[in-house]
Each structure stands twice: as structure tokens, then as C-alpha cells.
């Protein structure tokens, strides 16, 4: 089918990646973005680190300049987010009545906050994080310092909120389901390693906890009750329990979904000329011949990337390695791999007191996941590790181990 209309419903990183990839292929047809924000498609990842910290501003958000949009004839409709889609017919009904033609779609609708039903989670100061105003509001609630803060999750943006609340001066409680935070993601040792790190600046921990209540006086939270029955004082609560895909769209046009919307690795759903990409996705990975689907800004990216091109009908998969990475006071950590393929503890190379080391996850002898914590950029430590799992080498763990082997002595020859 000639390709001569693509509609994005999703205004965010793998949307707005999607439609600049359009253009750099050479595409010259119709471009419509649909986004449910009021607001040109940004990176979320400042919004819990340097722009939650006033390190960065308003100038550091937008995945491309505003200009771009009307400089490359992409119409952007904010605030307009699509209501049904019938993929039969190829149209797309919008919340302002009107419907779109479409010869190739893409769903980059993202994902929204898990809510928990707590009582008192409707008061002030009762909030969840996921968009630019969440940031701001949050910004400016801790910015004064000297507030009780209550963060119920224990996941990495539980974490940096943590960080960001703590630095700003405040009192920090964090609740977590977990006996060590973070350790879902990373095991026991390395949550350990953050644990030490947050209290060693005065961050408590209540693990395992859950909120029961959040209690509070003429309609103010005043504080949270756990579930064993212990109140811990707060002026501001943020519950950061993880996300949900956005699925209701492609579930009322009868997409396959599981756990997101099931794509190939191309990012096609089973609808003909209806793609996926970014959070919502769960594509299938030539690596592991399973699907995948993740949360973090490089998949948003790559993912728009390679569905821009499958939507031209080029050749495109979504091969890519998972990245992610985090700031917390003065560590800087960067990952890369699959959590879901590993069948051991880490390898550690570097010292965990020192704050400076790597850690190696292995299946079968084969690295399949690595991070990096205050590692010399200089030594590129992400692209070797990238370069270990993609290559499938065997490598035993004590020469991993061994600081003074460079990690690209230990790639197979080409």
C-alpha cells in the first residue's frame, strides 16, 4: 500500500523521533502528531534529575525545537489526544469530533502513573509523578527545604525523587514492598549500594513497608500510616509505584496486547498499518527471541527510529541493547542489558566503598547485563559492555573481575 498519510497518536520522545526520522528518509507526505499534553513533545528523564534540581531549564526539555514542527510541515495538534481508531477503515477519531485517514499509524502513547487506592490519597499535597507539571510542582514544593517528604516505591524514580527531595534540605522517608530497594532491577548488593548512599546523607527507609492510609487535617495530608501501623509525619506525599502502559486505545480497536501492545520487532501490531513504539510497545527482540518491553528514554528513542522507517516500508528492527541510566547525589550510573536473562549475582570490578566500579551479570557464562557507577567516561565503559553482551563471548568471571584486563581485550576477534 502506498504510503501517503501517517498519523502519530502520542506526543512524546518515540513520536516525536518517529516524525523527524519521516522526514530525514525523504517522506514528504502528510505528518500529523497527536499529543495529549498541551505542550511540544519533551524528555522525561530531566524531570526527576536535573530539572526536578533547577540544574536545567525550560530550554533542556523538547525532544526538537518548537520550530521544527512547522519548519518541516509536521502538524502538531496538542491537547488533542485520539478516542477511538478504526484500524478496518485506517481512520483515527480525535476528542474534538474529528476523525483522520491514515495509511500508516503509530501508537507511541506511553504509559500513565500506577494509582493505589489509599484512603486519603485525594489530599493536597498528595501527588504522583510523571509529566512537566508534576516536575514543576514538586520543584516548587521542595525547593524552601525543611518539609517532611514521604515517597512510597522504592524504583528508581522513587530513588531520585529521594535524592532530589534530600538535597533540597528536606526530611526524606521512603517506602518500599522490597526488602532492599531497587533490588528487582539490580539484586540485594548493588540496592544495597544505593540504600547506604541515601542514608549516609539522612534518607530512612521503611522496608518492607506499604502505606495503609494517608491521613491529613482539613483537607491537608499530615501524614502516612503504614501497614504496620507506624505514622510517619509528612507535609508532602508522592507515590511512585511504577507505570502502566497505555493500551486502552489499541485494546477498544482489538490490538493484540500483553503486557503493553505486542509488536514484531519491526514494532508492527497485529493490525495492519498500526505500529508501536516507546512504553506501550512489547516488541520482540532478535537478541533474545522474546518480547521486551521497556520504560526507559532510549527505547522511546531507538523505537521511533526504527518505526518512522518501518512505517516507509523499510528494512528496520528494534535490535538495539536496553539502556538506562540514573544521578543520585554524586553517583552517576549507567545500564545496559536484560534483568530477564540473568541467573546470577554480579561480578564486581572496582571497589563498592570507593564508589567507582562496574558490575557484570552473566547467564551460561555470557554477559548479558553491565553497569557502570563514577567509571571514567573517558574509558567508554557503556560500549564495551554493550559490545560483551551482543558479542555472546564466554568470559569467566574472575578475569571480569580484573581491573587490569580492558574490557575490549576480552571481545572475540572480528
Do not use: C
Not at 153 to 172: C, F, K, R
Amino acid at each position: 500500500m502506498t504510503i501517503d498519510n501517517i498519523v502519530i497518536v502520542g506526543g512524546g520522545l518515540a513520536g516525536a523521533t518517529a516524525a523527524k526520522t519521516l522526514r530525514a528518509e525523504g517522506y514528504e507526505g502528510p505528518v500529523t502528531l497527536l499529543a495529549e499534553e498541551p505542550h511540544a513533545p519533551y524528555l522525561r528523564p530531566p524531570l526527576s534529575k536535573e530539572y526536578l534540581l533547577g540544574k536545567d531549564g525550560e530550554e533542556a526539555l523538547p525532544v526538537v525545537p518548537a520550530r521544527w514542527y512547522a519548519e518541516n510541515d509536521v502538524e502538531l495538534r496538542l491537547g488533542a489526544p485520539a478516542t477511538a481508531l478504526d484500524t478496518g477503515a485506517r481512520t483515527a477519531d480525535l476528542a474534538d469530533g474529528a476523525r483522520l485517514r491514515y495509511s500508516a499509524l503509530l501508537l507511541a502513547t506511553g504509559a500513565r502513573p500506577r494509582s493505589i487506592p489509599l484512603p486519603g490519597s485525594d489530599l493536597e499535597g498528595v501527588m504522583t509523578f510523571r509529566t512537566v507539571e508534576d516536575s514543576r510542582r514538586l520543584r516548587e514544593a521542595l525547593a524552601g527545604g525543611g518539609r517532611n517528604v514521604v515517597l512510597v516505591g522504592s524504583g528508581w524514580i522513587g530513588m531520585e525523587l529521594a535524592a532530589a527531595a534530600n538535597s533540597y534540605g528536606n526530611a526524606v522517608t521512603l517506602l518500599g514492598l522490597e526488602q532492599v530497594p531497587l533490588a528487582a532491577a539490580i539484586g540485594p548488593e548493588l540496592g544495597g549500594f544505593f540504600r547506604s548512599l541515601h542514608e549516609s546523607r539522612g534518607v530512612r527507609f521503611r522496608l518492607p513497608a506499604s502505606a495503609a492510609a494517608i491521613t491529613g487535617d482539613a483537607g491537608r495530608v499530615t501524614g502516612v500510616r503504614t501497614d504496620a501501623g507506624e505514622v510517619l509525619a509528612a507535609d508532602l506525599v508522592v507515590v511512585a509505584v511504577g507505570v502502566v502502559p497505555e493500551t486502552s486505545l489499541a485494546a477498544a480497536a482489538g490490538i493484540e496486547l500483553g503486557n503493553g501492545i505486542i509488536t514484531d520487532a519491526s514494532l508492527r501490531t497485529s493490525a495492519p498499518g498500526v505500529f508501536a513504539a516507546g512504553d506501550v510497545a512489547n516488541a520482540l527482540h532478535p537478541f533474545t527471541g522474546r518480547h521486551h518491553r521497556s520504560e526507559h528514554w532510549s527505547n522511546a528513542l531507538n523505537g521511533g527510529k526504527v518505526a518512522g522507517r518501518a512505517m516507509l516500508g523499510r528494512d528496520a528492527v528494534l535490535d538495539t541493547i536496553p539502556y538506562f541510566y540514573t544521578d543520585q547525589y554524586d553517583v552517576s550510573m549507567e545500564y545496559s542489558g536484560f534483568p530477564t536473562l540473568i541467573d546470577g549475582p554480579p561480578v564486581i570490578r572496582g571497589s563498592l566503598e570507593a564508589k567507582e566500579f562496574l558490575a557484570f551479570w552473566q547467564r551460561g557464562g555470557r554477559v548479558v547485563a553491565g553497569m557502570n557507577v563514577n567509571w571514567p567516561r573517558s574509558a567508554k565503559p557503556q560500549k564495551a559492555i554493550k559490545a560483551l553482551i551482543a558479542a555472546r563471548a564466554q568470559v569467566s568471571p574472575a578475569v571480569l573481575a580484573d581491573q587490569d584486563i580492558p574490557l575490549e581485550q576480552l571481545l572475540p576477534e572480528p
